[in-house]
């Protein structure tokens, strides 16, 4: 996670920076890192999001471990489980974290955005992670920003700003690389500080509530030249 200074420092400040990716290798690594995501998940839990495990790439291992999935999936903790059933195991109960990481541990988060759900999201194509928070700052919204690794082929090519926000309104407003996400939208959430293909660039502060995705949307807005 990146500090306020960090980001107010224009040589550590480049317009792209390509994410860090490390997947945790190994039984050891993994378990850790499961164990970090869950209890990341209560801090999700505490702002009223409703979340759930990542997929965890070992769907297809067989029976008692005897061999791995030639393939597993790389991108665990950008996705949820397959299973159209991953909307409705979301919660903010820690027993049923406890229950769905001991079934599935995973290092990553996933939440359920838009509809009923108290969090959305809105994904920025033409601004970097640090623009967005600027842009935003100028009309005094202080809002958490992803940043998410974009991926081709299995490999990270670049990244993109998602900044999360209060309602996800139909119809949904798409405008000058802005998206508002669909619903219900899983949005991956960081399931430790760094290393995942997900990180917060600017993490949720409790007191402050969600902006609206119209704030945000107008704040985003290209200046208009006279
Ligand atoms: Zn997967």
Known sequence: MQSVQDLADPLSNPRRRLMQVQRPHGDDAFRHRAEEARSWTDLYASYGWQVTPSCNGRRGQAPGGLSLPPFPCPLQDLHPEASPGWE?????????????WAERPAYGVIARGGGTAVVAS?????????EVIER???????????????????????ERATVVISNAPQPLPQAHGVTV??????????????????????AP??????????????ALRPPTRP
């Open 88 to 100: 409705k195991e979301v919660t903010t109960s820690p027993y049923a974290l406890d229950v769905l």
């Open 122 to 130: 809105l994904a920025v194509d033409v601004l970097t992670c640090d």
């Open 136 to 158: 935003m700052a100028r009309v005094g919204i202080i809002a958490p920003v992803l940043r998410t690794a974009t991926v081709r082929e299995f490999r990270v090519i670049g």
């Open 181 to 202: 996400q669909d619903w219900p939208h899983p949005v991956p959430l960081p399931g430790a500080a760094a290393g995942g293909h997900v990180e917060w660039v600017q």
């Open 205 to 218: 502060v409790p007191e402050i509530p969600l902006p609206q995705a119209a704030a945000v949307m107008a």
